[in-house]
T-cell receptor
Framework: GAVVSQHPSRVICKSGTSVKIECRSL??????MFWYRQFPKQSLMLMAT?????????EQGVEKDKFLINHASLTLSTLTVTSAHPEDSSFYIC?????????????FGPGTRLLVL | AQSVTQLGSHVSVSEGALVLLRCNYS??????LFWYVQYPNQGLQLLLK??????LVKGINGFEAEFKKSETSFHLTKPSAHMSDAAEYFC???????????FGTGTSLTVIP
C-alpha cells in the first residue's frame, strides 16, 4: 500500500530555535496534505491543509507565521515550527491524499515527536 | 460541519471477550467514516473505512464496524479481544476521502488477561 514518511521521527531542540519536519508520499503524488497536532493523551487536531503550489489553509487559532507550511512538490510538504517554545512540544502527524483513480484514500505518516527544552 | 463523539475514553475487556467501541458522528453531508488504531509512540494505522458502499465494513485484525444512518453511529466491534488489541482507537469523519479528517477524542482499550 501507499506509504507516507516523516522526518525526523523525533527531535529535541532548544527554545527559540526553528525545526523543520518533512512529510513525503513515497509512492504516490499528493496534491493535498494535512498537518495534525496531537497533545499527550488527546486526539488529533487539524492544523492546516497544504496544497501543492499554493498557500496553506490554516485552521482557526493556528498561527501561520509560527507554523510555516511549504508544499513545493507533489510528494513533499514541510512544516517549520519557528522560534519553538516548550508549549509547542507535541506529536505532529501529516497525512497525504492519494488521488489515484480507484484508490482515493488518505494515508497518515508515522508522526514526529517534538520536544522543546 | 462535521464532528465525531466517542463514548467512553477508557474501555476494559477481558481477553477473549467482545470489544465494542462507540462512535457517533454529525455531518451535514453524507459522511466517510474511519477507525484508526494508535499504539504508544506510533502513528495511526487504518483499521477500516466506510465510503458509502456496504454498511457493514470489515477491517484488519478481525475488527468490523457497521454504519447506521438512523442512529448516526459507526461502532467498532471485535468478537474476541486479544492482548495485542490494547491501544488507542480513534474514530474520524470526513466529507470525502480527500478532505480533512475530524477525529474523536479517542478510546483507550485495555485487555485484561
Amino acid at each position: 500500500g501507499a506509504v507516507v514518511s516523516q522526518h525526523p521521527s523525533r527531535v529535541i531542540c532548544k527554545s527559540g530555535t526553528s525545526v523543520k519536519i518533512e512529510c513525503r508520499s513515497l509512492d504516490f503524488q499528493a496534491t493535498t496534505m494535512f498537518w495534525y497536532r496531537q497533545f499527550p493523551k488527546q486526539s488529533l487536531m487539524l492544523m492546516a491543509t497544504s496544497n501543492e503550489g499554493s498557500k496553506a489553509t490554516y485552521e482557526q487559532g493556528v498561527e501561520k507565521d509560527k507554523f510555516l507550511i511549504n508544499h513545493a512538490s507533489l510528494t513533499l510538504s514541510t512544516l517549520t515550527v519557528t522560534s519553538a517554545h516548550p508549549e509547542d512540544s507535541s506529536f505532529y502527524i501529516c497525512s497525504a491524499h492519494n488521488t489515484v483513480a480507484g484508490e482515493e484514500t488518505q494515508y497518515f505518516g508515522p508522526g514526529t515527536r517534538l520536544l522543546v527544552l | 460541519a462535521q464532528s465525531v463523539t466517542q463514548l467512553g475514553s477508557h474501555v476494559s475487556v477481558s481477553e477473549g471477550a467482545l470489544v465494542l467501541l462507540r462512535c457517533n458522528y454529525s455531518s451535514s453531508v453524507p459522511p466517510y467514516l474511519f477507525w484508526y488504531v494508535q499504539y504508544p509512540n506510533q502513528g495511526l494505522q487504518l483499521l477500516l473505512k466506510y465510503t458509502s458502499a456496504a454498511t457493514l465494513v470489515k477491517g484488519i485484525n478481525g475488527f468490523e464496524a457497521e454504519f447506521k444512518k438512523s442512529e448516526t453511529s459507526f461502532h467498532l466491534t471485535k468478537p474476541s479481544a486479544h492482548m495485542s488489541d490494547a491501544a488507542e482507537y480513534f474514530c474520524a469523519v470526513s466529507a470525502f476521502t480527500g478532505n480533512q479528517f475530524y477525529f474523536g477524542t479517542g478510546t483507550s482499550l485495555t485487555v485484561i488477561p
